[in-house]
């Protein structure tokens, strides 16, 4: 069988998520919360832009390593026995494994242009996003993938084999202090580009099947579209008494609702040439509110406490189709009278995801400051949708790390973050059973995640 080839080169600027959905937004460690005073707040609050004093430049990257385990029943295969022949069902069950590792950046400029209490800043990040390249199954490597060359690619491959879904922000932003109610106000504009780029195996009547009789049947598609958007953040931060401070942000949905990512699907059929379309891909990104306490009781000790809700369930579907036609999925699946051109439909059906916080600082000396944070975010994926595309678990979190100012002008931080994922078991029975265009190999299985987060930043004040 034809082999589809990659020819637009996967960038893999974003770990899966550690938050719900796949929220990457781990800039900052510790000090990335909704009362921050730091340049992080361009995302998470933009109001602590009026807490800082002079010019500063902050880099930020997370190394984040990410070790995926789907083990896939026999059950779950669409056809055993004739679709998968009884010696290959191997081809299509047991177990898929992914290690990988990925850089989530962060970058600002802020000042406060000489006017006191005023901060303004210019960012550029990556706060929703996750990537994935699946390891090559090596019972088909030699003389069995000669015959059925796609089963290399692993059994997770008709959801993924490789591919990246991201939204990379540039945010301009500004905040205000006002004195006498100890209260700081500011909002910010989002530029987004979002992407989405994924090669799987596919067949066109939505089954797993290696053959149709003796003739091979399965095939690939690679998917590449992007999209820019705008979005936006307002924010506050109160100090009601001194030294403890309230911090509320919302931050909009890309585009204010649903999103039109466009560009090229490639697909090759093993009874056909290759393919190349202009497509459409429709999704709806989430909009986030948060909430923050920071409390000093002493110089040298902070607590803190946060919290935030992200409204995933806009997620519902991620619908591809041909330029110029038109999309809207029923609840069953399938499309309405008025769609036209549908040529997939990925169903997600998320939920709302909300995640807590709590941590503490406390200053060694007032150069040095060390911190310890512990965190817990819930599962946005419902048993039915998950796939090994986009994982999702209810999560528990812990951090430990240190600020270091080097100098008067210069600080250096750094923060460990391992994330432990609970267990998925998702029965055949629970699994997809959406009509078409919406329908796709069963996705019942055993999912496991363990995600390790290093943040190492810098900021220069001048």
Not at 61 to 72: K, M, T, V
Not at 133 to 140: D, G, I, K, Q, Y
Not at 217 to 245: T, Y
Not at 268 to 284: C, G
Request: aromatic residues 10%; negative net charge.
């Amino acid at each position: 069988m034809k082999r589809l080839p990659l020819l637009l080169a996967i960038w893999s600027i974003a770990s899966t998520a550690a938050a719900s959905g796949f929220s990457t937004a781990r800039f900052g460690g510790e000090h990335g919360h909704p009362t921050t005073d730091n340049p992080t707040a361009l995302y998470f609050n933009p109001a602590g832009l009026a807490l800082g004093k002079g010019h500063r430049i902050y880099l930020d990257g997370a190394l984040a390593l990410r070790r995926a385990r789907y083990d896939r029943p026999v059950g779950a295969i669409s056809n055993p026995g004739t679709g998968t022949p009884e010696d290959l069902l191997d081809a299509n069950s047991g177990k898929a494994e992914l290690d990988n590792w990925n850089l989530i950046p962060f970058g600002a400029l802020v000042s406060d242009l000489g006017v006191e209490n005023l901060g303004v800043g210019i960012g550029v990040y990556v706060p929703l996003g996750g990537s994935a390249s699946w390891e090559r199954n090596t019972a088909f490597e030699g003389a069995r993938g000669e015959q059925y060359p796609g089963a290399v690619d692993g059994v997770q491959r008709w959801f993924t084999i490789e591919g990246t879904i991201r939204s990379l922000y540039f945010t301009a932003a500004a905040a205000y202090r006002i004195p006498s109610l100890r209260l700081s106000l500011g909002a910010g504009l989002n530029v987004i580009q979002s992407e989405v780029h994924t090669i799987r195996a596919r067949n066109a009547d939505g089954t797993d099947d290696l053959v149709t009789g003796d003739l091979p049947k399965e095939g690939r598609s690679l998917l590449d579209v992007e999209s820019w958007d705008l979005g936006f953040s307002v924010g506050a931060i109160w100090e009601p008494v001194e030294r403890f401070w309230v911090g509320a942000s919302y931050q909009s949905q890309p585009g204010f609702g649903e999103i039109e990512l466009k560009g090229k699907l490639k697909t090759q059929f093993p009874s056909a040439d290759q393919t190349s379309q202009d497509v459409v891909l429709t999704q709806e990104l989430p909009d986030i509110w948060r909430l923050g306490l920071r409390w000093r009781p002493q110089e040298r000790w902070e607590l803190r406490l946060s919290g935030e809700y992200a409204r995933w369930s806009v997620f519902r579907d991620q619908c591809v189709f041909s330029e110029g036609g038109r999309c809207e999925i029923r609840a069953d699946g399938s499309t309405s009278a008025d769609s036209s051109g549908v040529i997939q439909n990925i169903p997600r059906r998320w939920r709302d995801g909300f995640g807590v916080r709590a941590g503490a600082s406390h200053w060694v000396v007032p150069s040095v400051e060390a911190y310890l944070g512990v965190g817990y975010d819930s599962n946005a994926i419902p048993d039915r949708t998950l796939d090994p595309s986009l994982y999702d678990m209810h999560k528990i979190s812990a951090s430990a790390g240190a600020r270091v100012e080097i100098t008067d002008w210069w600080a250096v931080a750094a923060t460990i973050t391992p994330v432990f994922y609970f267990t998925r078991e998702i029965e055949v029975g629970e699994s997809q059973g959406l009509a078409a265009p919406s329908n796709q190999p069963n996705s019942a299985g055993t999912y496991e995640q363990f995600i390790a987060v290093f943040d190492l930043n810098t900021e220069v004040r001048f």
